[in-house]
């Protein structure tokens, strides 16, 4: 698998992608704000795209 692969050559920075319809105040939501959140301190770069608007979510996702 890429994974076992990329940690035999060391720490690779990802670029993760995703994809939402909207980001209002909901569970779904609330996971993935929580899920980018806590990965802050990786090196890993997150990419949200919602397909409505930005949202409760959105708004704190831009100011973090």
């Known amino acids: 698998s890429y994974f076992r692969i990329a940690s035999i050559y060391g720490p690779e920075i990802l670029k993760i992608v995703h994809i939402i319809t909207a980001l209002p105040m ?24 919602s397909l409505s608007d930005q949202g409760f979510f959105g708004e704190k996702m831009n100011a973090n």
């Open 26 to 49: 909901g569970g779904a939501e609330r996971a993935l704000f929580n899920l980018v959140s806590e990965d802050i301190s990786s090196k890993n770069k997150h990419i949200v795209i």
